[in-house]
């Protein structure tokens, strides 16, 4: 079983849909890390969270330790948000999701 | 500002050859991490370090895997002898602290024939 678990593993939308990606743990965290992926390769960390809710821009992401969960959302999606994302988590050692694959259509 | 510098960019090699990695964290972080990507297991660490000593290398595949950081600005990931299987994306990414967001290089990918 994975310590982190990530849904759905792929993700079609429309532009200017609102997006949910799910993320799960098993494991005690010290923080959470969510990460995208551009097609080139590139890695961006977009937010780091131990507790409630960060926003940037058109991203938020949230998360409840009771629950052991994270969501990464995005509003008013572009294509330009078509990218892997990935939940990581530290605590005694990282943990990496397997990511979510986003397309968004025009 | 220059972010997380890593060389090279690509390198193809054949296997039993030895492979140096390098990386130059950004001006002021005290940890960086090297981490490998592959298509079967996706983003694993490999080994960190928090103000040039080595904190966890549990990640490190096996012997054939070293990691140095010689001062604060500059960091190497060795392989030797190298293997086809090491092929794959390596990043190297630092931060202010280990529990701070993380700052990725444009990652080196690795061929090994």
């Known amino acids: 079983k994975n310590e982190v678990e990530q849904s759905p593993q792929n993700l079609t939308a429309q532009e200017g849909e609102f997006i949910t990606i799910n993320c799960s743990y098993s494991?005690?965290?010290?923080?959470l890390h969510w990460l995208q992926q551009h097609p080139g390769g590139g890695i961006v960390s977009l937010f780091m969270l131990s507790s409630g809710k960060k926003k940037h821009g058109r991203l938020i992401a949230t998360i409840n330790i009771q629950e052991k969960h994270s969501s990464l959302h995005i509003t008013a999606s572009h294509p330009r948000d078509s990218a892997v994302y990935i939940c990581?988590?530290?605590?005694?050692?990282?943990?990496f999701g397997t990511g979510t694959s986003l397309t968004v259509i025009p | 500002d220059a972010g997380v510098i890593q060389s090279p960019r690509h390198e193809v090699t054949e296997m039993g050859q030895e492979v140096t990695l390098r990386c130059k964290p950004i001006s002021g972080h005290n940890s960086l991490f090297w981490y490998r990507q592959t298509m079967m297991r996706g983003l694993e660490l490999l080994i960190y370090f928090n103000n040039n000593v080595p904190i966890d290398d549990s990640g490190m595949p096996e012997d054939r895997f070293s990691a140095k950081m010689p001062n604060a600005s500059f960091s190497t990931l060795k392989i030797q002898p190298s293997e086809p299987r090491d092929s794959a994306v390596y990043f190297c990414?630092?931060?202010?602290?280990?529990?701070?967001?993380?700052?990725f290089g444009d990652g080196t990918r690795l061929s090994i024939l």
């Open positions: 494991v005690g965290i010290s923080a």
């Open positions: 990414a630092s931060s202010s602290l280990d529990n701070q967001p993380q700052h």
């Open positions: 990581a988590v530290t605590g005694n050692q990282f943990y």
